[in-house]
């Protein structure tokens, strides 16, 4: 059984740090591209920032680039999202996303973890 649990979301002022877990489990997580996605009220969901399997590469929103660090570790099947600088803009709902490089129809999704921004 496949599973995708985020974690580590809360509440956090602007300009604070937060760190999002997210575990997989039921499928190769090494091979497979693992992504931050996120979702604020009356938006539509957004790429955050992405980590490839086969050479960790990384890609990140403009957005956050620059503030927001995404890591994986492949002995642990875990990805993290380091939020630093935190902004009002950030807050939202945040998934995980597991993808397979090759094979499109093989996605799995968490089911989101709640970031709040406020003083």
């Known amino acids: 059984e496949v599973q995708v649990v985020e974690s580590g979301g809360g509440l956090v002022q602007p300009g604070g740090s937060l760190i999002l877990s997210c575990a997989a489990s039921?499928?190769?997580?090494?091979?497979?591209?693992m992504a931050w996605y996120r979702q604020a009220p009356g938006k539509e969901r957004e790429l955050v920032a992405e980590i490839l399997g086969n050479d960790g590469r990384t890609n990140y929103a403009t957005s956050v680039k620059g503030r927001f660090t995404i890591s994986r570790d492949n002995a642990k099947n875990t990805v993290y999202l380091q939020m630093d600088n935190v902004e009002s803009s950030d807050a939202a709902v945040y998934y995980c996303?597991?993808?397979?490089?090759?094979?499109?129809?093989?996605?799995?999704w968490g089911q989101g973890t709640q970031v709040t921004v406020s003083s």
């Open positions: 039921g499928f190769t997580f090494s091979a497979y591209a």
């Open positions: 996303r597991a993808a397979h490089p090759f094979v499109r129809a093989a996605q799995y």
